[in-house]
């Protein structure tokens, strides 16, 4: 009988495919073709570096096998496999005997909590368009967010073309930006939230809304903040299927975001707006900018009714006043998280800057403590129950 041995892999429902792990690798274990981000078993060390960078927890995957899962084999799953039974010497039938259990656990050894799905969340369509076949969309719209010089921020709305696209709230599409990069090679697409609701930006349209902040040495940021009107850009994904929004309109939703990171806030926004009639709240967000001229969708975010969504907007850069960011505002408004915390029909979203998850997980700690709980059983808890998500990058 072969010895069993641990393997690392990822998932390929929930990979965004941002190639973050494979620019990161510092071993060159992991790579991609025009489907799939693969992890290579005879090069992998399991040095966890891909770990911690990856924005959805796609990475950490691991199974034991008698015989290591092939690159040609990983290229072709729409999901991933599960974990067989596997046996070192003659367990009970149907059983992983303690040696392969203590692979396990060894693989996880300091990995990262794993994001699931709102149990009441649509399915999600993964991966419909990809690097080989991308969606040739076509620009509605380009409209600037922001009044400030130094954040040029734009609305940009795609038309499906006639194609069948479908998203959710909280997923992403791949924007291919034209060219080649240094090296020759086609540029990689670069991941956008999506910031409309799953019928589009007007009922019914079924178009595609993002939401791009200008970077000054951004090859995608650069092209799609500048792209007119009728243009042609292709387009990869969906992807993403656990950063998504319950379709229940009595959950309760705890969004924490800053700059673009407020796109898939703002489809939640929406789309629970539109199934509700306006008349459901249950929805809090803590939005952090620099001033109100940098901050995306401010005009419309003020016309939203308090009873729907209660609004925290915190700026860092005011005149004569102290910077002020969102972990404060949430350490402020202690009793009103708290309580939102305490209530079992809660669901969070974090997502933006990745600098900003050490503040806010420090202001939720101090929050749950105020209530008596351990964060960090109160997130894992509610994480294994599909209400705690983040992403940041």
């Not at 489907?35 to 891909?50: G, K, Q, S």
């Not at 101090?366 to 705690?388: K, L």
Request: with cysteine; glycine share 8%; net charge negative.
């Amino acid at each position: 009988m072969n010895q069993p041995l641990k393997q690392h892999l990822i998932d390929p429902e929930i990979c965004i495919r941002c190639y973050t792990c494979e620019n990161t690798c510092p071993i060159g274990a992991i790579e991609h073709d025009d489907n799939n981000v693969v992890v290579n078993a005879d090069i992998c060390n399991f040095c966890m570096d891909c770990i911690p960078v990856c924005p959805t927890g796609s990475i950490d995957e691991w199974r034991v096998v008698e015989t290591a899962y092939t690159l040609e084999e990983q290229y072709e799953w729409d999901e991933l496999p599960e974990q067989a039974d596997i046996a070192v010497s003659a367990p009970e039938e149907g059983e992983i005997d303690d040696a392969v259990a203590a692979l396990l656990a060894e693989a996880h050894a300091g990995a990262g909590g794993k994001s699931k799905p709102p149990a009441s969340a649509a399915k999600p369509a993964i991966n419909m368009y990809n690097l080989g076949k991308p969606a040739t969309l076509l620009v509605q719209g380009n409209y600037r967010l922001t009044d400030d010089p130094d954040h040029d921020v734009r609305h940009i709305i795609l038309d499906t073309n006639g194609l069948p696209f479908p998203v959710l709230e909280g997923q992403s599409v791949g924007i291919i930006p034209p060219g080649t990069d240094a090296s020759g090679a086609p540029h990689l697409p670069r991941l956008y939230s999506v910031s409309s609701p799953r019928d589009g930006e007007r009922p019914g349209y079924h178009n595609i809304s993002l939401t791009v902040k200008r970077e000054a040495e951004g090859i995608a940021s650069n092209y799609l903040c500048d792209l007119i009107q009728g243009a042609d850009v292709q387009v990869t994904g969906p992807f993403g299927a656990t950063f998504l929004m319950p379709n229940d309109n009595d959950a309760r939703i705890l969004m924490i975001c800053t700059g673009t990171g407020s796109a898939p806030m703002r489809a939640f926004t929406m789309q629970r707006q539109r199934t509700s009639g306006g008349e459901t709240g249950g929805m809090t967000m803590f939005f952090g900018a620099r001033t109100p001229q940098s901050l995306p969708y401010f005009g419309p975010l003020k016309k939203v009714p308090e009873g729907l969504l209660q609004k925290h907007l915190v700026f860092s850069r005011l005149p004569d006043q102290p910077k002020e960011y969102v972990q404060d505002r949430m350490l402020a408004e202690v009793d009103t998280v708290a309580e939102i915390l305490g209530d079992p029909a809660t669901h969070i979203y974090i997502c933006g800057l990745k600098g900003m998850e050490d503040g806010v997980e420090k202001a939720l700690t101090s929050i749950a403590e105020s209530m008596g709980q351990p964060w960090t059983t109160m997130r894992d808890a509610m994480r294994d129950e599909g209400r705690y998500h983040v992403e940041t990058y």
